[in-house]
């Protein structure tokens, strides 16, 4: 006699085994009917949709935070650049004679800009990037939490036939 299922081998606990035992002491239920169902069930897109949800969760979670790392790198960039592009242009050459006291006053400068990026940097509330947050980053960006709680419930049953 052929047939079309194939056979497999499972090891379980003692304790899984006997109430393998049990459940399959009803009439007209096997262990392998049993172990048919339980591994369609564990198996099941539902039972995969609720697997893989958590990991949506820590994904959509990471894609924000990389998201706000690159904008405020993006700012940090464009505001040292726009300092930079602002000192060359306006202020001119001194002469061959005031070379080292301009080197001083630079550096003198130089300490007091690093001293102020030191403390805005330090600040924690930073308005700076909640602002650019606000505008550049939309809710529609990202799933909502209704969107993930939906990705955590069973997909509706599918019409025909098992």
Do not use: C, W
């Not at 242009?89 to 690093?114: D, H, I, K, Q």
Request: glycine fraction near 4%.
């Amino acid at each position: 006699m052929t047939t079309k299922l194939k056979r497999i081998q499972v090891y379980a606990t003692k304790e899984l085994h006997k109430r393998l035992e049990i459940a399959a002491s009803h009439p007209k239920v096997s262990k392998s009917e049993i172990v048919k169902r339980a591994l369609e069930l564990y198996l099941s897109e539902e039972q995969e949709a609720m697997r893989n949800n958590p990991i949506l969760r820590r994904l959509d979670r990471m894609t924000r935070e990389s998201e706000k790392l690159r904008q405020r790198l993006v700012v940090l960039s464009e505001a040292h650049a726009l300092y930079v592009r602002y000192f060359l242009t306006l202020v001119p050459a001194p002469p061959n004679e005031e070379r080292e006291a301009a080197r001083a006053e630079g550096a003198a400068r130089f300490e007091s800009y690093r001293e102020a990026l030191e403390t805005i940097l330090s600040d924690r509330s930073r308005y700076l990037f909640d602002g650019v947050e606000d505008a550049l980053i939309g809710k529609s960006d990202f799933f909502t939490n209704e969107e993930l709680d939906r990705l955590h419930q069973p997909a509706p049953a599918r019409g025909g036939a098992s």
